[in-house]
């Protein structure tokens, strides 16, 4: 069956542009989660929804990210005025549901912020 | 944010060989996980441990849940060439009533290069 799918793959853009990234998680999975992972480091969390709502947000760096999840399905993470910082694989993944161990991972997104 | 120390860094073995990697924390985790990442993809789940104490087998694989609930261990026996990747444990904290609060909190990786 179809994994967690993650798009665009690669995303180059410059200082201060607007950037959105999409997951589409596993078929039924009703937990989405963000992460963050910077070169040689491990994934960082950013954002959990349990459907539709944002259960836990507390990773977010700051207000320039924001998180939707309007269907309970797909997923976008926004960034506003991106910063070189910014910089990084983002990976989404889903679980069958929020008590789930089991976190299926997707390919990531790398985003470079010229 | 916070992460979980790891170590080794990184390990350059035989084929073969044995692998012993670990992981530390300063507070308490109830569930303990161990991933694998391969270059351009997510990572994928090797090893779940529920239990202090725990000891648990998958194939070549085996990891620990230790005793206080803060520090895990993975070793690899008879090492062969496509266990080459990076290494990540992985600490869940579950909340009353096992409530799982969803977030992972990961270690900084172990790189493992093995020679044929």
């Known amino acids: 069956g179809a994994g967690v799918s993650q798009t665009p793959s690669n995303k180059v853009t410059e200082k201060g542009k607007y950037v959105e990234l999409r997951c589409d998680p596993i078929s039924g999975h009703t937990a989405l989660y963000w992460y963050r992972q910077s070169l040689g480091q491990g994934p960082e969390f950013l954002i959990y929804?349990?459907?539709?709502?944002?259960?836990?947000d507390s990773g977010l760096p700051n207000d320039r990210f924001f998180a939707v999840r309007p269907e309970g399905s797909v997923s976008t993470l926004k960034i506003q005025r991106t910063e070189r910082g910014d910089s990084a694989v983002y990976l989404c993944?889903?679980?069958?549901?929020?008590?789930?161990?089991?976190?299926?991972f997707g390919p990531g997104t790398r985003l470079t912020v010229l | 944010g916070q992460q979980l120390n790891q170590s080794p860094q990184s390990m350059f073995i035989q084929e073969g060989e044995d692998v012993s990697m670990n992981c530390t924390s300063s507070?308490?985790?109830?569930?303990w996980l161990w991933y694998k990442q391969d270059p351009g993809e997510g990572p994928v789940l090797l090893i779940a441990?529920?239990?202090a104490g725990e000891l648990t087998s998958n194939g070549r694989l085996t990891a620990q849940f230790g005793i206080t609930r803060k520090d895990s261990f993975l070793n690899i026996s008879a090492s062969i060439p496509s266990d080459v990747g990076i290494y990540f444990c992985?600490?869940?904290?579950w909340g009353a009533g096992g409530t799982s609060y969803g977030k992972l909190t990961f270690g900084q990786g172990t790189i493992l290069t093995v020679h044929p």
């Open positions: 992985a600490g869940q904290l």
């Open positions: 441990l529920y239990k």
């Open positions: 993944a889903s679980s069958l549901t929020r008590d789930s161990d089991t976190q299926y």
């Open positions: 507070s308490i985790f109830n569930t």
């Open positions: 929804f349990q459907g539709t709502g944002a259960a836990d």
